[in-house]
């Protein structure tokens, strides 16, 4: 099983609901640190089974075949993302 790393996202991949996919964080430097924001996690670093879902990223980071979806090398997630208070 496999759940959203996004604070406050309850997605988890035992819920085959809303055909939501899981996404392994990138590997590039400056785009996992824009991942790791977005997640809303300080001091944090993904592990190997970490992931976002499908429902943090717009459509146009999405290409889409006859049986699979991808997500562009490119993609930030940057919807539902969590609120920071300055507390």
């Not at 997605?11 to 590997?27: A, C, E, G, L």
């Not at 970490?50 to 940057?78: G, M, Q, V």
């Amino acid at each position: 099983m496999v759940s959203c790393s996004i604070l406050g996202c309850n997605s988890i991949s035992q819920r085959k609901i809303d055909n939501i996919t899981f996404y392994r964080f990138p590997k590039e430097a400056n785009i996992i640190n824009m991942w790791i924001l977005a997640a809303g996690r300080t001091e944090w670093q993904p592990e190997k089974n970490d992931r976002i879902c499908s429902k943090h990223f717009e459509s146009r980071y999405f290409r889409k075949t006859h049986k699979r979806t991808y997500l562009l090398p490119n993609a930030i997630p940057t919807l539902f993302i969590p609120v920071r208070s300055n507390k």
